[in-house]
């Protein structure tokens, strides 16, 4: 009666898809450190390489989804299984959505010209954004590995962080001032700010599915048609 | 540890590693909504404490649960968990066992099934059971559909009693040519289909199935289950089965029952978790259902 006996082999293919799944968060923060150093320092080169490198991700979400799919087909998971597997496809979806979110950053790079008319205020809080989301992919992969749901729900404070950072950008932005190319430059900042705001969301989305696995039962965070003053 | 049979009250109750404060799931409205339905679902069978015992030394115990009208309900456990010896209790198919005891209610519609006034024969009319291995008698199809309405007096043209049981069975069409033909020339899907027809032959309330698909190949399997989805229509039916895929596919209440070894190494089944099948197969909330319905032991 012991829990570690009986189908071994489907708990080992099960633990294995799950590393797979999560280990693709690890290829989310090596693109989003290299996307804010290519903002940083207006690298379009190294930006490039983000570009490039979201197959990686992409290879990642194809080998996922067509496990869940052998694992749904022969071994017919039930119950706490079942949840995992379950979460797992919203997991590795989330993660192809966040390496797409670099890529749009990426992608926005270059049009900020050569020598773009940087203003630090609104750079510090993008860098400082990137980093709170790197923060929260790290928070939701460990909270869905440990099945830990108080630390699941920690994402949504974490992530007002980064909503208020995004609401302040998008205010520096609006007043930029007179001159048009500080204002495109500005404009294109406020898209990179929406793109790291979408990343903290699917890490929310992440913790979600952590208590999805625990609960049973899925429930939102947060209510993005109902919202709360936050 | 208590069973657990709780249908919208497990879905608010707290859970390990959720705190109080970080609010609690909503139910599902679709979940709430069949919470309800089987609410205003009438109990065919109410067990109170029933305990089965075998010269003494106790089978099942304490086994409490509500059978709901025109549901399917699936007793499922590992071998020795007593789930055969308490389906076979609901028709007092025991009491052929002179050994057998049987202790606490079995209720059936409210009424004592083990009072001393109540004849096991009308029991057994109103309560049916199909077996495990097809057993049909060694005569022709008809007769052996035409066998149960004739010792019971029934009324009516038996011709028109034992088409309507074979058209209910899902077995008409294939033997309606043949019907002169010896049972025993059937295939063991069909035989088990004319055991079913048997049953319903007498006009039951309930139809008792002890691992009914356990001796058949995977089509007449699902032959078989699809037949149990449309009779439950106008029957309720408790089915036994070591298939766990068999009892998420067609039950819509699941009892798991265990082995618990008790002193002097005595081991005696009890219920542990009673829910919609569902949720027995998504959610469940007993860790060793859990356990058992994952394949991590049993």
Known sequence: MSPDSGRQHFQQALAELEDSALGGLDLVLEQLDRVLEALERQDVELAQLVIADDDRLDGRYLEVHQGILSLLALQAPVAGDLRLVAALLHVIKHVERMGDQCVNVAKLIPLSGHEPPVQSEILDRLVQMGQFA???????????????VPMAEDLLARDRDINRLNREIFRLAIEAGDDVDVREWAMIMTLVARAFERVG?????????????????????SDASHVAAT | MEPTTSDADAVSEARPGVSASAGLPKALPELDKRAQDAATKSAIFSLVDVCVAYGGVPAVEDATLDLLQNEITAFIGPSGCGKSTLIRCLNRMNDLIPSASVSGK???????????????????????????????????????????????GMKGNMGEIVERALTRAALWDEVKDRLKTNAFGMSGGQQQRLCIARTLAVDPDVILMDEPCSALDPISTGAIEELMLDLKAKYSIVIV??????????????????????????????????????????????QRTEQYVTGKFG
């Open chain 2, 106 to 152: 079995v209720l059936f519609y409210d009424q004592d099934l083990y009072a001393g006034d109540v004849d096991p024969v009308e029991v057994r009319k109103r309560i049916g059971m199909v077996f495990q291995k097809p057993n049909p008698f060694p005569k022709s199809i008809f007769e052996n559909i035409a066998f149960g309405p004739k010792v019971l």
């Open chain 1, 134 to 148: 790197r923060a929260e992919v790290v928070q939701c992969k460990r909270s869905f590995a440990e099945r830990n």
């Open chain 1, 201 to 221: 969301d699917n890490a929310v989305d992440i913790g979600e599915q952590t208590a999805f696995v625990v609960t049973g039962l899925f429930r939102e965070f």
């Open chain 2, 241 to 286: 089965t070591h298939n766990m895929q068999q009892a998420a596919r067609v039950s819509d209440r699941t009892a798991f029952f265990n082995v618990d070894k008790v002193q002097d190494g005595k081991r005696v089944g009890k219920l542990v978790e009673f829910d919609r099948t569902e949720k027995i197969f998504t959610a469940p909330s007993d």
